[in-house]
T-cell receptor
Framework: NAGVTQTPKFRILKIGQSMTLQCTQD?????MYWYRQDPGMGLKLIYY?????ITDKGEVPNGYNVSRSTTEDFPLRLELAAPSQTSVYFC????WGAGQETQYFGPGTRLLVL | RKEVEQDPGPFNVPEGATVAFNCTYS??????FFWYRQDCRKEPKLLMS???SGNEDGRFTAQLNRASQYISLLIRDSKLSDSATYLC?????????????FGQGTTLQVKP
């Protein structure tokens, strides 16, 4: 049982390049989330999904896109990378309701945009 | 005003000390509250949920004061392994989305 896995662990991008951050969970959770964490700051929600085929914007969605074609996968797409997108990106999956409330986080992807 | 505010610290305490962190939240309609722990350069992990009646898990006690809109975490008999950043987290919006709002975290350094 791997939990939440993310790839790559680290990436350097040039300004204007694009990339996809991969996230997979094997816990059959309906809820999945993408966060970014800047140095010394808390996590900010980028996008989230409450089930396959359903996605919605979080607090800081500009410059990002997501899709959710399966329960397991929730990739995050960066188009036209900018230095402001240098951050650590965490994917999470979770259970909500019926007395169960928790989120499990992946190990993160460290992105540097130069 | 930030939705969830914490004193960033750092809190430097000796082993065995008792330390308390406070957190305030702005949305009086918030229903669910949590403390997460984050080690350096690692992902956050759920430490404990915070219930209205207060709850305890070993050396850790969480309290909720709805009237004043603050949450606290008390750590007794601090261990070196407690050194980490503690994130105060509030469920934002309706519970059927599971959207969490994170404070910036409070850093704890326990010294021998």
């Amino acid at each position: 049982n791997a939990g939440v896995t993310q790839t790559p662990k680290f990436r350097i991008l040039k300004i204007g390049q694009s990339m996809t951050l991969q996230c997979t969970q094997d816990m059959n959770h309906n809820y999945m989330y993408w966060y970014r964490q800047d140095p010394g700051m808390g996590l900010k929600l980028i996008y989230y999904s409450v089930g396959a085929g359903i996605t919605d914007k979080g607090e800081v969605p500009n410059g990002y896109n997501v899709s959710r074609s399966t329960t397991e996968d929730f990739p995050l797409r960066l188009e036209l990378a900018a230095p402001s997108q240098t951050s650590v990106y965490f994917c999470a999956s979770g259970i909500w309701g019926a007395g169960q409330e928790t989120q499990y986080f992946g190990p993160g992807t460290r992105l540097l945009v130069l | 005003r930030k939705e969830v505010e914490q004193d960033p610290g750092p809190f430097n305490v000796p082993e065995g000390a008792t330390v308390a962190f406070n957190c305030t939240y702005s949305n009086s309609a918030s229903q669910s509250f949590f403390w997460y722990r984050q080690d350096c350069r690692k992902e956050p992990k759920l430490l404990m949920s915070v219930y209205s009646s207060g709850n305890e898990d070993g050396r850790f006690t969480a309290q909720l004061n709805r009237a004043s809109q603050y949450i606290s975490l008390l750590i007794r008999d601090s261990k070196l392994s407690d050194s980490a950043t503690y994130l105060c987290v509030v469920l934002g919006g309706s519970s059927n989305t599971g959207k969490l709002i994170f404070g910036q975290g409070t850093t704890l350094q326990v010294k021998p």
